[in-house]
């Protein structure tokens, strides 16, 4: 479609600007190691390899929650490796961060702004609060559940001691950056303007924190950007209308998850919400579909950078082990919407 006045319409800029705001506001508090720190002092709480994870992947399950999956896994993975390479359980170490990845993945689905693409679906049809939790809730129970069961599993009750480190916060700083992120989170949930935060964040960062600003994930606005292009053009063309209608009229929940295999979810969001109104099914789709292939969600090739980065000669066993989790994950929430919900 050869652009014209209706490309304006494509972009969704509340759902650009709060993703900017929070986002932002967690590079602050990350920069200021808050949530290293956060993370630290409850995973001092365990003595032993099992609980130490679990700890690590409760703390990954709500900080996506709060901080969205990406920024999560960033912030959290990074403690992963430190705990077990300082105690020598390295051994740990694939399994421990592909449970992550899928606690972040999954952890996310609860709140609007805990994934990219439920903070554009919430905006996009205007999903009541309430009516949010109460379609994620049951899958999100069951993936808390899922991942615990794992952790007991694979993971043994192996004696741990993690060295004492301390980290003193800027009062000041971090009472200001808490107080930013508690008006983005206002702001998703449309209490006041967007367009308030687009101007206070950027102004308080500017003067406290420069380098938050730069350190924005802004490859993955401009994915947004994008696709908001690419979706609202192929919206316009009438074969595809049919096309996708067709398919997402007999099944929008598996058609929906099968296609992030592909595309990954924020795009499969995006594109599928344009041909559509099911976004009961539409959300649940996305978030589940987040787990199988290693392209399935932007959170899961950080993970696998982050991985590789740190352990050398493992690639091909961690893929395999990956994907084992993965689709063990999603078959079993796509069975459990299809036949229990």
Same mark, same amino acid.
Not at 82 to 105: H, P, S
Not at 235 to 240: G, H, K, L, M
């Given at each position: 479609?050869?652009?014209?006045?209706?490309?304006v319409?494509?972009?969704?800029?509340?759902?650009?600007?709060?993703l900017?705001?929070?986002?932002?506001?967690?590079?602050?508090?990350?920069?200021?190691r808050?949530?290293?720190?956060?993370?630290?002092?409850?995973?001092?709480?365990?003595?032993?390899?099992?609980?130490?994870?679990?700890?690590?992947l409760?703390?990954?399950f709500?900080?996506?929650m709060?901080?969205?999956?990406?920024?999560?896994?960033?912030?959290?993975?990074?403690?992963?490796?430190?705990?077990?390479?300082?105690?020598?359980?390295?051994?740990?170490?694939?399994?421990? @961060?592909?449970?992550?990845?899928?606690?972040?993945?999954?952890?996310?689905?609860?709140?609007?702004?805990?994934?990219?693409?439920?903070?554009?679906?919430?905006?996009?049809?205007?999903?009541?609060?309430?009516?949010?939790?109460?379609?994620?809730?049951?899958?999100?129970?069951?993936?808390?559940?899922?991942?615990?069961?794992?952790?007991?599993?694979?993971?043994?009750?192996?004696?741990?001691?993690?060295?004492?480190?301390?980290?003193?916060?800027?009062?000041?700083?971090?009472?200001?950056?808490?107080?930013?992120?508690?008006?983005?989170?206002?702001?998703?949930?449309?209490?006041?303007?967007?367009?308030?935060?687009?101007?206070?964040?950027?102004?308080?960062?500017?003067?406290?924190?420069?380098?938050?600003?730069?350190?924005?994930?802004?490859?993955?606005?401009?994915?947004?950007?994008?696709?908001?292009?690419?979706?609202g053009?192929?919206?316009?063309?009438?074969?595809?209308?049919? @096309?996708?209608?067709?398919?997402?009229?007999?099944?929008?929940?598996?058609?929906?998850?099968?296609?992030?295999?592909?595309?990954?979810?924020?795009?499969?969001?995006?594109?599928?919400?344009?041909?559509?109104e099911?976004?009961?099914?539409l959300?649940?789709?996305?978030?589940?579909?987040?787990?199988?292939?290693?392209?399935?969600?932007?959170?899961?090739?950080?993970?696998?950078?982050?991985?590789t980065?740190?352990?050398?000669?493992?690639?091909?066993?961690?893929?395999?082990?990956?994907?084992?989790?993965?689709?063990?994950?999603?078959?079993?929430?796509?069975?459990?919407?299809?036949?229990?919900?």
């Amino acid at each position: 479609m050869p652009p014209d006045k209706e490309y304006v319409g494509y972009f969704d800029f509340k759902t650009l600007s709060c993703l900017f705001c929070v986002l932002a506001v967690v590079c602050a508090l990350k920069n200021i190691r808050f949530f290293y720190l956060l993370a630290h002092s409850v995973v001092r709480l365990f003595k032993n390899a099992r609980m130490s994870v679990m700890a690590l992947l409760y703390i990954t399950f709500i900080g996506s929650m709060l901080i969205a999956n990406d920024m999560a896994l960033l912030t959290f993975l990074p403690l992963g490796y430190i705990v077990l390479e300082a105690t020598g359980e390295q051994k740990y170490m694939a399994k421990t @961060f592909i449970l992550q990845n899928i606690a972040a993945n999954l952890g996310g689905m609860l709140t609007p702004f805990g994934n990219p693409q439920n903070l554009y679906l919430y905006s996009k049809f205007n999903i009541p609060d309430g009516e949010f939790v109460a379609i994620m809730a049951p899958s999100f129970l069951l993936s808390i559940a899922m991942i615990t069961v794992c952790c007991i599993i694979f993971i043994k009750p192996e004696p741990l001691e993690i060295a004492e480190e301390k980290i003193a916060l800027p009062p000041v700083r971090t009472a200001i950056y808490l107080a930013l992120f508690a008006l983005s989170i206002i702001i998703v949930f449309r209490v006041i303007p967007y367009y308030i935060g687009l101007i206070v964040v950027p102004i308080a960062l500017l003067i406290l924190d420069r380098k938050a600003l730069k350190n924005v994930d802004y490859p993955l606005l401009l994915t947004f950007v994008f696709f908001f292009i690419f979706a609202g053009n192929m919206a316009r063309i009438e074969q595809v209308r049919e @096309f996708f209608g067709a398919l997402l009229s007999k099944n929008t929940l598996v058609f929906s998850a099968l296609s992030c295999q592909f595309i990954s979810n924020v795009p499969s969001a995006i594109l599928l919400s344009q041909f559509t109104e099911n976004y009961r099914e539409l959300l649940v789709g996305v978030n589940i579909g987040g787990t199988g292939t290693l392209i399935a969600s932007l959170a899961s090739l950080i993970t696998f950078r982050e991985f590789t980065k740190r352990q050398k000669g493992m690639t091909r066993r961690y893929i395999l082990e990956f994907s084992a989790f993965n689709f063990a994950f999603l078959i079993t929430l796509i069975l459990f919407n299809t036949f229990v919900i």
